[in-house]
């Protein structure tokens, strides 16, 4: 029983951070239909940032993580004018999309391989290493710090969607583009900033994940399936879908590496985004599919 | 009477696609309802989305007060004082009833009076009040016709455009519509609709358009319209008296 009850442990903390890394990817494509391949990179180019500001200057990633955010936004809105805005009007801009944000992936990849080589690195701050004891059960103290610092990003991003003027903005943006231009929504504008917050959660979550994993640039190839299979699980465009559907899949995930073996552990996400796919294609909560 | 709106030789169409306004005129004065009537492909809900900004013009011109606002985006045209209730009523489902009020006064900088005219439409139409915290994809059609009527007393803007506002309602609904559409004359603002039951849109208007093939054919007042046996017999439905 203590085992059942540590995997599961272990599983919500890691699920945490899984959550904050689709967020953003769960946001632009509900807001844009952009569906972000290059999502991963950005969670390492994100993990960069904190991996160096840790090295040169001895920050916290968890403190430095608003830095990585706010660089990584930036990042997102550069990327997004040069890319994307050109082809908003286009008849076949999602489509489009995944071969553009496939590139943009491509080139970032290669990017980040010059700058760095492709040698692993993982940020070391003193709790990554420790752990707090109930008894037979433990919680490592930076998976729990993760999974509480991502915890505290997705109610600040819920808050700033559900209450405040631009959340609304998005919001009705994500549920009919056309009706929120005619209510004085600028949805070019919304489009951007929202591409830019996606980045953002990205870097955010980079933050953290350089002290949970260990890093290098191609492992974003990795990335992209357990990202999609979150997102897909919970419905795509879905904030509350990507959030239970990281929380869902990471535990299960966490079984399968103590049951049947550490390597089967991330097939779990391939395999699970089989089934989705061939039994429930909407995800948790995403509205049913139209017929062709 | 100024004109309030007016549209001149306005040339649109979608994507590369054929033009399905070859040259449309169209003027609007203050204070009126203006009801445009024609045939299933005439260009009536192009030509709203034309002025809405949601569809650009490929050539010709559209005013407010003179002023030209083809090419503005929708979200700057609806600051100019047009609104715009298309056909599928552009709601959000997901919000509930007071969330799309709110979002009906996303323009509103003063959230006092965005609350304070909230407030008026949930007294002014008391199923909507008792349904406020009901999300709109779940209301009843002519609930959901009358939350997208009703919102845009939040904006107050100049003038409302209506697409089909009577589209798959039932009789008695569709008077409960035309009320609404009376209540926004009376609060001052100027009314263009299109209607495809155009016995009742024009008897329900102070001025008629007759559209066909993207093209004005008539302008005037409603009861001419109605009484014109040649419109009455190419588009009222109503065969012409035997000599």
Redesign the interface.
């Known amino acids: 029983m203590a085992d059942f009850i540590q995997i599961i442990i272990l599983g919500l903390a890691l699920g945490g951070v899984y959550a904050l890394m689709a967020s953003g990817l769960t946001l632009v494509f509900g807001v844009m239909r952009i569906v972000n391949l290059a999502h991963p990179i950005m969670i390492i180019a994100g993990a960069y940032v904190s991996y160096w500001l840790f090295r040169l200057y001895g920050l916290d990633p968890i403190v430095s993580m608003p830095i990585a955010a706010i660089v990584m936004f930036c990042v997102g809105i550069i990327v997004y004018k040069l890319v994307f805005e050109r082809e908003a009007a286009s008849?076949k801009y999602s489509e489009m999309t995944v071969l553009l944000t496939f590139a943009v992936a491509m080139c970032f990849d290669g990017l980040l391989g010059t700058a760095f080589s492709n040698t692993q690195r993982i940020t070391s701050p003193s709790y990554a290493t420790e752990a707090i004891f109930f008894g037979d059960l433990f919680i490592p103290k930076g998976q729990l710090f993760a999974g509480i610092a991502s915890l505290t990003v997705i109610a600040a991003l819920v808050a700033f969607l559900q209450f405040t003027?631009f959340g609304?903005?998005i919001?009705?943006t994500t549920?009919?583009r056309?009706?929120?231009?005619?209510?004085?929504?600028?949805?070019?504008l919304v489009s951007i900033i929202t591409f830019g917050i996606g980045i953002g959660l990205a870097g955010a979550a980079g933050a953290l994940v350089s002290f949970v994993f260990s890093f290098f640039p191609a492992k974003h190839w990795e990335w992209i399936a357990i990202l999609m299979s979150l997102v897909v699980l919970g419905g795509m465009g879905k904030l509350a879908g990507a959030i239970l559907g990281a929380l869902i899949l990471a535990t299960l995930a966490a079984f399968v590496s103590t049951y049947i073996g550490t390597t089967w552990s991330t097939m779990t996400f391939f395999l699970a985004l089989f089934v989705i796919l061939l039994v429930r294609p909407q995800g948790l909560f995403g509205d049913p599919l139209e017929e062709s | 009477m100024a004109k309030l709106l007016e549209v001149k030789d306005a040339v649109a169409g979608y994507?590369r696609g054929p033009d399905i306004l070859t040259g449309t005129t169209l003027s609007v004065e203050a204070g009126h309802v203006q009801c445009i009537i024609g045939p299933n492909g005439a260009g009536k809900s192009t030509l709203m989305k034309a002025i809405?900004?949601?569809l650009p013009l490929r050539s010709g011109e559209i005013r407010l007060h003179g002023e030209r606002i083809d090419g503005m985006?929708?979200?700057q045209i609806?600051?100019k004082g047009i609104?715009?209730v298309?056909q599928e009523r552009?709601?959000?489902?997901?919000?509930t009833v007071r969330?799309n009020l709110?979002?009906?006064g996303?323009?509103l900088d003063d959230p006092h009076v965005l609350g304070r005219r909230i407030d008026f439409v949930l007294e002014a139409f008391p199923i909507l009040g008792e349904r406020a915290a009901q999300s709109a994809g779940t209301l009843s059609g002519g609930q959901q016709q009358m939350l997208a009527m009703a919102r845009t007393l939040i904006?107050e803007p100049q003038i409302v455009m209506l697409d089909e506002p009577s589209l798959g309602l039932a009789p008695q609904i569709v008077e409960q519509m035309y009320d609404i559409v009376h209540m926004l004359r009376e609060k001052g603002m100027t009314v263009l609709l299109v209607e495809q039951n155009a016995v009742v849109g024009l008897s329900n208007a102070d001025r008629g358009s007759v559209l066909d093939l993207g093209k004005t054919l008539f302008e005037g007042p409603a009861s001419d319209i109605l009484s014109d046996p040649r419109i009455q017999e190419l588009y009222l439905g109503k065969p012409t008296q035997a000599a």
């Open positions: 008849a003027r609304y903005a919001r009705a549920q009919n056309d009706a929120a231009q005619l209510m004085g929504v600028n949805v070019g | 994507g809405a900004g949601l985006r929708p979200d609806l600051r609104c715009f298309p552009a709601l959000f489902g997901k919000m969330e709110r979002m009906g996303f323009i904006v």
